[in-house]
């Protein structure tokens, strides 16, 4: 729509549902076009109402000459179900881009760069031997589906390395468009079967949305079990039991999924608390899925990531050889932020051989992931060593990353901590804070009358009033009776600190 000079804008009605669609209702008043220029020639008018006139069903004034085959009603109606409160992987903004990094991907991308003098040695090796291990030396060419086979050598390294030398198979490794396709691709494998014999899957409230988004276009039964936020969102063994007794009346529990560190509450699960997971997953029959995109993102004292994979085969061979595991990782957070370029990979264990070439006909059928994502991802797994050209710049870079990062997770919840009517755990890890809001009862009841959530009228009136963006805390699930809301510690520190203290003042009028 074109507005001209003289209308205005007499209307504007914006509501959000934790579905991942909005309505947007605008009222215009239009004194006149203001620009004759808008209008088409009256010739050409009139031979294109002519034209018109002479489609088939349009002479008798019907506008549609037969019903659509596709409607609101005849669509699937699981995907009607799908909710999803923010769109995909949340756009990482890393203060600073690591130089190596995206030297690697250029030279793939431009391979005459590697004549350039400007480039470390170290770069142009590992462009070069990723470029080999390329159909026809080019990027642009696809890849075995799993993804290239050296960059899952170098994965594999990578995970072996991580967990201390326990050894890691590149065919148990799948590179994958983000670790969104993985883990939908996971759970298209495990889910079956109809009413109380249908698959249920145990996922955290609060959650990232690609779960019950995902469940819901499966039909899957989604079974919550809620985080403790008394304790800094921890995960309870006692919870796990009460979701999973209740579940069992109503369906087949076969998935235990797992975020740690945590989106969005930020908690960093201790190493008791994951060995007592795998003990319940191996006692209860259970597949672990674990996501652990944000491993590099610890920032509190004390607190240190421990790989479900590593914890699992530390345990001993009751449980290394029994418990099946997915485990996810992704380029697109921790220190890089690269999630632009899609990449990510999932590394199974223990999946029974059969069941492994039905997930790889089922990878297949997308052809392969993006292969700059693989490449960026080979840049993120095999980093510079010490001798390295490259080495220092990028140790230099990755410290200021994480660093700043920690000093911004310190500095949100200590301002949200001193504003009336919020309360924030510590920022563990990961990207986020989930605080929670105390709502006077007069604004649930506003909310309830415009049939809203009322920590999204919360927002929606914060984003009105101050231009700040945050994401309601009903888009990812919380107990009943208590709102929050979710906000990245991204942004830079000087304009983090007074958007905090924007927000923090703009909350005191309403809460």
Known sequence: MIMGSNETLTGFIWR??????????????????????????????????????????MADGRTMPKDRVLTLESMNPHVRMVEYAVRGPIVARANQ???????????????????????????KQ?????????????????????????????????????????????QNIYLSTGASSAVVAVLKLLVSGEGSSRTGVMIPIPQYPLYSATLAELNAQQINY??????????????????????????????????????????????????????????????????EVYQDNVYAEGSQFHSFKKVLFEMGPKYSEAV????????????????????????????????????????????CPPVTGQILLDAVVNRPQPGDPSYQRFSQEKSDVLGALARKARLTEEIFNRAPGIHCN???????????IELPVRAVQEAQALGQAPDMFFCLRLLEET???????????????????????????????????????????KL
């Open 226 to 291: 809620y985080l403790d936020e008394d304790h800094c969102w921890a995960l309870s063994i006692e919870e796990l039991r009460r979701a999973l007794g209740q579940a069992r009346r109503r369906c087949r529990p076969r998935v235990l999924c797992v975020i740690n560190p945590g989106n969005p509450t930020g908690q960093v699960q201790s190493r008791k608390c994951i060995e007592e997971v795998i003990h319940f997953a191996w006692e209860e029959g259970l597949f672990l899925m674990a996501d």
């Open 324 to 367: 099946e595991l997915a485990s996810f990782h992704s380029i697109s957070k921790g220190f890089m932020g690269e999630c632009g370029f899609r990449g990510g990979y999932m590394e199974v264990i223990n999946m029974d051989p059969e069941v492994q070439q039905q997930l790889t006909k089922l990878v297949s059928v997308r052809l």
């Open 426 to 436: 510590p920022v563990q890890g990961a990207m986020y804070a989930f605080p929670r």
């Open 97 to 123: 881009l690591k130089k190596e990094l995206m030297q690697v991907s250029a030279l793939c991308m431009y391979p005459d760069l590697l004549n350039s003098p400007d480039i470390p040695e170290d770069a």
């Open 16 to 57: 959000l549902s934790p579905v991942s669609e909005f309505l947007l209702e605008r009222r215009l008043s239009v004194a006149s076009f203001g620009n004759a220029g808008l209008l088409p020639p009256p010739g050409n008018l009139a031979r294109a109402l002519r034209r018109q006139a002479e489609q088939p069903g």
């Open 467 to 509: 231009g700040i963006c945050v994401v309601p805390g009903s888009g990812f699930g919380q107990r009943e009776g208590t709102f929050h809301f979710r906000m990245t510690i991204l942004p830079p520190e000087e304009k983090l600190e007074i958007l905090l203290q924007k927000l923090s003042q703009s909350s005191n009028t």
């Open 126 to 170: 590992k462009a070069q031997r990723l470029l080999a291990a390329c159909g026809g030396q080019s990027i642009g060419a696809y890849s075995a589906s799993p993804g290239i086979e050296l960059i899952r050598q170098d994965v594999a390294a990578f995970i072996q390395c991580r967990d201390g030398g326990i050894p890691s198979d590149p």
